[in-house]
């Protein structure tokens, strides 16, 4: 693992306790697995070699079913990811929280660095997969230019946002209080595709 010198994190919803949750419930959950299955079968469909973990969290670190890594990886698919927290990458810390060793990456192919601001050179991507992760950006078009910076000009880019599941365009205060959501950007549909164009990206109408 590569460390970029950057500013220390203090985004609340980045910190070690965000680590924790996301080590602790969210790698195991029943969406994360089905997510990162579609999205290495996806991929594989497509034909690609290498894929770039846009905002990997602890994929690159722990071999769960739900580990994008893993499944990546039983496609065939070489697999590099870049987070913002160096929390993600630490076998003590992953120890600590529960992880066995036998589930730890010894190889950890992870690249610490802001994905607003990637250290990844412009048009060396064959593939970017960036999942669940632009909505948590302050500025998600930001995120969204450096996706398509980082591209090959025949690249691939997979990205999930968020559906009305998380009822992120519904202002109710009362599902606020039941179930805080940490996502910075509450845009409909229609404003996500605007900004995946305005970024520089073309979107597969397939």
């Known amino acids: 693992m590569s460390e ?9 919803h980045y910190s070690a306790d965000y680590a924790k949750m996301y080590v602790e419930r ?6 994360t697995i089905y997510k990162s299955k579609l999205l290495a079968r996806v991929a594989s469909d497509l034909g690609v070699h290498r894929v ?24 065939g698919i070489d697999y590099v990811g870049i987070d913002l927290s160096p929390h993600y990458f630490r076998p003590l810390f992953l120890r600590e ?9 010894q190889d950890n192919k992870a690249v610490v660095g802001d994905i607003t601001r990637s250290p990844i050179r412009s048009g060396v991507a064959e593939a970017i997969i960036c999942g669940d992760v632009i909505e948590h950006l302050e500025n998600p078009g930001k995120g ?11 690249g ?10 998380k009822l992120d365009t519904v202002d109710y205060v009362h599902i606020e209080e039941r179930r805080t959501s940490s996502h910075l950007e509450k845009s409909h549909i229609d404003d996500w595709i605007r ?3 305005d970024s520089g990206l073309v979107l597969d109408p397939t």
């Open 156 to 165: 691939i880019a997979l990205v999930v946002l968020p559906s009305l599941y």
């Open 97 to 105: 929280h529960g992880v066995e060793e036998k589930d730890i990456y």
């Open 26 to 31: 969210t790698l195991s959950a029943p969406y």
């Open 4 to 12: 970029i010198d950057r500013p220390q994190n203090n985004n609340k």
């Open 52 to 75: 770039i973990d846009f905002g990997c969290n602890v994929h690159g670190s722990v071999k769960n079913e739900g580990s994008l890594r893993l499944q990546l990886e039983r496609q």
């Open 195 to 197: 900004m995946c164009e």
């Open 144 to 154: 969204l230019r450096e996706i398509a910076r980082m591209l090959q000009i025949d």
